[in-house]
């Protein structure tokens, strides 16, 4: 945590914001305008490089206008410096009206480091890995400005980090160190140009990512706020939930997943929903610390919840290898699950506190129009998620090279509908948290205010699944229909009303369009200084191996105990996720600790998808925005409660122990992920995972129908485990393999139905580390119908050599899935396992549900008021 939000008790949660998200120093005058038109360019620079545009320019000039990748990190990364410099002050003590000198000179040093590489581009790539002292000069000074933008920014923790990983590439060989982690060393020359002057360190991945992706989706949700959609979805979810028991605790939690999608930070998603459902739930009964920690607990899991998860979702199109819609459909299920889970953890603490909802305004409903209410509403999601879908899917066959322009024109003619719709009720106004509760507002009248706001999102759904553009083009698209929906709406609302004053409205939309671009841009900083920080580590690691000294350490923790093993991972990324931000929260975790689950996993025979390593990781270090004693967004919470921060992130982490359960269970049970399950086995799988989580938020909030007995808390354990996991006990009576001999591998191969794997054990010399290493793979074997040894070398890029009644590597394709894997010549297979004949595992569901049976029983006995 920064030195400035340690003391946030007596700080407010808006300064918090500006401290940690998008900078403090607010100057008025020229100053406020210099940093004000700095983050507007920078917007309009990122939608200029996403567009078209450079490439229709370089055609009409002759000019090149065209920004390749490089250029686009080293600007992207140089206005990030330079707003940092401008918009968080230093030290506690430095001025906020006014910009220092030694601000200047900082601004100056960033910008002219990152520039360097863009000017002197030509020269610098025909001397690769020869550094000139120019060259060390340049990358030092940008590497002391990273560190110090970094502090800034984002507070210590990150800093300290990179510093230890840098110190770690110096003095690694040092004998002081212990000989399991010392590494040969490298020279500074080495160093420098590793880490400034290519793309393995700070202008990697990373960096690229935010500069090609993130910008846009930030950017997209700055906008869609300045508009007035935040407001909209914090009323909606209101209206919909605040006549429920615990409704505003309940409207927190689906304002949050809401307002998660253009947040991609949980301190700024707990402030923009906090400020006003957390005096909502105080003022119906909710403890400071619990009103908090409910807005905590939703807000983190805003971070995890497609389509932006606090940005981590481009970043795992690059380091898992698969397309950002998959990356989409392997995070949805677990994040819904979560959400309803929490929302069931609220409406049993309003039980536990006796609470009641409050009173809609409009005659009151029968349970049977509440119950088709649900229903209408439910069917009406899939309704329009399928003609969404299906209706865009057919533009392109009816229209066909003029899809483009056909949807252009149905968006304006849906825009005007839904803004005549919303004009003929009064826009929505912004709740004043110390008001009095009189009526909640009509659901129906509050949702067509903002329905138009959906559009945008329409938009990128259509790019991203119908087109399948990429992620960046399709957020540059959206961003365009938001930016025209920003500056249209408040004239054409004017014109259906019949009113008058267009041109103030313009203005109006012209202001919101100007403060959602800077938004954006501030945003922005702390993503860019970020993700620049974490490369740092991450050419640290590509330069000395430092993930394999962190498996070893893990693994002697353990003592070769598989979960042992995964629960040291866990804290280890909540400690490493402290203070950080999403973005770098998720690249510091994946690059440390995604590949000791993969090593230390096969080699106790555990293969689990990258993914759902990636995804373990990931929910831990978000986790550490609610733990304390960093946890920033319990911080932010606290300074709205005026509650305990402490008991507040304690509070919160109890209502987040379901989703510290999650990534356990989907590295075991990958259907969590949607992973290899049909349409229909999706259905069964949410619905059994659903009930199961459900039971253990009842276990964990110690009540179900009444409060549990230990005994029932023990029994519901039970029931989610064997829900959750019931191939556990399945495996307790026959193994789920069996295992044939190493000479039958081609056999074994050529059995297997098209689209299959093959496991086996294999043994070898590890290529950098010369140690004898054993793990468990599967080998791709794709179509049926070849030999089983052409389906190996076709698919996992293997060839085996048999001698007498041993088996081993002969051959593997550069570049392949073995070589990938880390297999490699003269590897030995030392067994090959094949899927055994069992009954199902789901037959382990009957008893579950009769001790659940048994439990809904007896707590029926004692229930003293309704369960819902």
């Keep these: 945590m920064s030195d400035r939000a340690a003391g946030t008790g007596a700080v407010s949660a808006g300064d918090l914001v500006a401290e940690t998200d998008t900078g403090a120093r607010q100057p008025p005058g020229a100053m406020g305008t210099v940093i004000a038109a700095t983050a507007f360019i920078w917007s309009l620079f990122q939608l200029y490089i996403s567009s078209p545009l450079p490439f229709i320019l370089t055609r009409i000039t002759g000019l090149n206008l065209v920004f390749n990748t490089d250029e686009a990190r080293a600007i992207h990364l140089a206005f990030g410096f330079g707003l940092a410099a401008l918009a968080y002050p230093l030290f506690k003590s430095s001025p906020r009206d006014r910009i220092p000198l030694y601000d200047w000179l900082l601004v100056i040093l960033g910008v002219g480091a990152c520039l360097y590489l863009v000017v002197f581009a030509d020269s610098i ?90 910008f846009l989706f930030v950017l997209f949700g700055a906008l869609l706020d300045k508009a007035g959609a935040g407001n909209y979805f914090i009323q909606v979810a209101y209206s919909l939930l605040g006549h429920l028991r615990g409704g505003p605790a309940k409207a927190a939690v689906l304002s949050s997943a809401m307002t998660g999608m253009i947040s991609g930070s949980s301190i700024a998603n707990t402030v923009t929903t906090g400020t006003f459902t957390i005096p909502l739930m105080k003022r119906t009964g909710f403890p400071a610390e619990k009103a908090g920690a409910v807005e905590v607990a939703s807000s983190t ?11 981590a979702a481009f970043l795992m199109v690059e380091y898992v290898g698969i397309s950002y819609l998959e990356v989409v459909r392997h ?38 129009e509440r119950l088709f209410g649900v229903a209408t509403g439910f069917v009406g999601v899939i309704v329009l998620a399928a003609a969404l879908y299906y209706g865009l899917g057919w533009t392109k066959d009816i229209f066909g090279d003029a899809t483009f322009y056909a949807v252009g024109v149905i968006f304006v003619v849906a825009y005007l ?91 109006r939309g012209v202001a919101e369009f100007v403060a959602g671009m800077i938004s954006g841009a501030r945003n922005m900083i702390g993503i860019a200084v970020a993700t620049g920080a974490a490369g740092v580590i991450v050419g640290t690691i590509s330069l000395t191996g430092a ?38 929260n998720y690249i510091v975790v994946s690059s440390l600790m995604a590949p000791v689950i993969v090593s230390l996993g096969a080699a106790n025979g ?50 987040d122990i379901r989703t510290a359960l999650l990534p356990f269970l989907f590295i075991f049970n990958t ?26 938020a009842a276990a964990t909030q110690g009540y179900f129908l009444a409060r549990s007995r230990l005994w029932e808390t023990a029994a519901l354990l039970l029931i989610a485990f064997t829900l959750f996991r019931p191939g556990y006990w399945l495996d307790q009576i026959a193994d789920p393999y069996v295992e044939v001999q190493a000479t039958q591998i081609f056999e074994a191969a050529e059995a297997k139905p098209s689209g299959d794997t093959l496991r086996v054990l294999v043994e070898g010399e590890e290529l950098g580390t010369g140690q004898i290493v054993s793990k468990a793979v599967r080998l791709p ?37 073995a070589e990938q894997n880390g297999i490699d010549f003269d590897w030995e297979v030392l067994k090959v396992e094949v899927a055994a004949e069992r009954m199902p595992k789901e037959v382990f569901y009957l008893p579950a549900l009769a001790l659940l049976a048994v439990v809904v029983l007896f707590q029926r006995r004692r229930q003293t008021v309704p369960a819902f």
Aim: proline share 6%.
């Design 606 to 655: 555990l293969i689990v998808p990258l993914i759902a390593v990636h995804m373990f990781v990931f929910y831990f270090g978000i986790l550490a925005d609610d733990t304390p004693p960093v946890g920033l967004a319990a911080f932010a919470a606290a300074a709205i409660s005026r509650g305990d921060p402490i008991m507040t992130g304690v509070q919160g982490f109890m209502y």
């Design 417 to 507: 509908a839904l803004l005549k719709l919303a004009a003929s009720y009064p826009d929505l106004k912004a709740d004043d948290p110390e008001a009095d509760i009189t009526e909640i507002p009509d659901p129906k009248r509050t949702a067509v205010t903002g329905l138009h706001f959906l559009l945008p999102i329409v938009v990128l759904v259509w790019c991203l699944m119908i087109e399948r553009l990429s992620p960046a083009l399709s957020a540059y698209w959206a961003t365009v229909c938001m930016v025209f929906i920003v500056l249209t709406q408040h004239p054409i609302k004017a014109f259906f009303r019949g009113e008058t004053g267009y041109g103030d409205r313009l203005r």
């Design 301 to 311: 899991n805003g971070q995890l919840t497609p389509p932006v998860m606090g940005a």
């Design 331 to 368: 995070a949805f299920l677990p994040a819904v699950i979560s959400y309803i889970a929490l929302l069931y953890i609220v409406h049993l603490e309003a039980l536990k506190l006796g609470l009641k909802g409050m009173e809609r305004s409009g005659p009151a409903r029968t349970a049977l």
């Design 781 to 817: 074997l794709g179509e049926a119908g070849p030999s089983g040894a052409e389906r190996l070398l076709a698919n996992a890029g293997l060839e085996f050599r048999v001698d007498g009644d041993r088996v081993f590597v002969d051959n593997l394709e550069f570049g392949g899935f």
């Design 125 to 214: 790539s025909t001397r690769p890995g020869l550094p000139t002292a120019t060259d060390l000069v340049v990358s030092s000074v940008g590497l002391v400005v990273l560190l110090i933008s970094a502090y800034r920014a984002l507070g210590l923790p990150l800093v300290i980090v990179a510093s230890v990983f840098l110190l770690y590439v110096f003095f690694g060989h040092n004998p002081v160190l212990p000989d399991a982690i010392q590494w040969k060393g490298a020279s500074y020359g080495k160093a420098m140009w590793h880490f400034w002057m290519q793309t393995e360190g700070v202008f990697g991945v990373a960096l690229g990512v935010s500069a090609s992706m993130i």
């Design 671 to 696: 259907d969590l992920l949607l992973i290899n399950v049909t349409f229909v086995q999706g259905i069964f799988v949410f619905i059994v995972a659903l009930v199961a989580m459900l039971l253990f």
């Design 547 to 584: 993930h394999q000294v962190m498996g070893e350490f893990v693994e002697f923790l353990s003592g070769g105990s598989l979960m042992l093993m995964l629960f040291f991972v866990a804290v280890l990324s909540l400690i490493l996720g402290m203070g950080l931000p999403t973005t770098a």
